[in-house]
Nanobody, 124 residues
Framework: QVQLVESGGGLVQAGGSLRLSCSAS????????VAWFRQAPGKEREFVAA????????NYADSVKGRFTISRDNAKNTVYLQMNSLKPDDTGAYYC?????????????????WGQGTQVIVSS
C-alpha cells in the first residue's frame, strides 16, 4: 500500500514556474513507477509525465515536453514535477499516481494509488 500526498500548487503568471511534489508513505516506494496527471475544469483527466521506479526512464505528454521535468528522490520517497514556461492551458488539478512494476508507457493509463491533488492556476 502506498499513500500519496501532492503539494506545491498555487497561482502563477504565464511564463512562470512551479515545482510540485508527490510524497509517499511506505518502505517500498522505490519499486513504484509514478506519474502526474492533470484535470482542467470541464475536461477529462490527462496524462502529463511518468517516471520509472529507478528514475532512469521518463515519459512526457507532447504538450509539456521541453517545459516540464519529472524526477524522483527515492531516499525521500518523493517525486517532483518541475514546471517551467507555464501557460494558461496548464491550469488544473494535478494528481500523482503510483503503480508497482509498471512501465512509464503503461502509466499513461493511470496508477493503482492516487493522491488527492493540488491546484495549479496559471494567469494570462
Amino acid at each position: 500500500q502506498v499513500q500519496l500526498v501532492e503539494s506545491g500548487g498555487g497561482l502563477v503568471q504565464a511564463g512562470g514556474s512551479l515545482r510540485l511534489s508527490c510524497s509517499a508513505s511506505g518502505r517500498t516506494f522505490s519499486m513504484y513507477a509514478v506519474a502526474w496527471f492533470r484535470q482542467a475544469p470541464g475536461k477529462e483527466r490527462e496524462f502529463v509525465a511518468a517516471i520509472s521506479a529507478s528514475g532512469g526512464t521518463t515519459n512526457y505528454a507532447d504538450s509539456v515536453k521541453g517545459r516540464f521535468t519529472i524526477s524522483r528522490d527515492n531516499a525521500k520517497n518523493t517525486v517532483y514535477l518541475q514546471m517551467n514556461s507555464l501557460k494558461p492551458d496548464d491550469t488544473g488539478a494535478y494528481y500523482c499516481a503510483a503503480a508497482l512494476f509498471r512501465t512509464v508507457q503503461a502509466m499513461e493509463k493511470g496508477g493503482d494509488y492516487w493522491g488527492q491533488g493540488t491546484q495549479v492556476i496559471v494567469s494570462s
